[in-house]
């Protein structure tokens, strides 16, 4: 049985175990954050109206819970991303084309958010 | 060219089973919070662009027509939540008998179900 615990070789990419610890630590990260943030949406009043929203987004806690959320959700997301792609495009550059446009994105959507949440904890 | 390689029919042959069917919607829960993830970061630049962008987006989350979508997004949220849950307990080594592997099955569908339902209705 220990002859199976270490690997012979590293495999053509090089890294792999990696990815897979990434998506177990974002996941926790997650867990309790993404439920934070689901019970905020639907049970803080607050939220449902622009003043209520801004007020909300001054507090700090909340701003600094929004980041860690961001960064976890959209790196998780992508490690996600990266296994559905690669589990089913089959044509190499549709692949390479689907995989970067993915990590863009969730780049763009991550950069996206940080900026707005500095924004309106910012002002007023 | 390269030549297309037949598969043998599988979605056709197999029949569904409850380890099968939830590590799909695992998969499909997964996909739909990442397009969620994309919505959440429009909801923040609405509140950057202003009162009338904010308000706008809210009443169009809030809409009768738009109901169904969110019970599906939420009850994607609780599952892959619960079921991540039971991937994490996979990882240490347990609950990976097929027994028990219903079970938790089982109790993730209850909660995701229930929860949705709960956070659905107060929305």
Redesign the interface.
Known sequence: MDLMKTPRSLGPAREGPSHWWHQ?IS??AL?PL??WF?IS???HPD?????G??AW?TKPTHCIALLLL?LS??YH?YL??QV?IEDYIHHCLTRITLLLSAKF??IA??V??I???F??ALSS | MKKDKPLSPHIQIYRPQLTSVLSILH?VT??T??ML??C??AW??T??Y??EY??DY?AIL?HPLMRPFSFLA?FA?FYH?FN??R??LW?TGWGLDLKTAYKTGWSVVALSIGLTLI?WI??
Request: hydrophobic share 55%; charged share 10%; proline share 2%.
């Open positions: 177990r996941s926790i867990a993404g439920l689901v949406l639907v049970f939220l449902k109206t622009y003043d929203f801004q987004m961001v959700l959209f997301g996600g991303l559905i994105a969730c959507g991550a996206s958010s900026f707005c949440v924004k309106l | 998969r997964g996909l919070l990442v993830s994309f959440i970061s923040l630049l509140g950057v202003g009162p904010y308000q809210i809030s939420l949220f939540l991540g849950l991937h994490l990882d956070f107060s929305f």
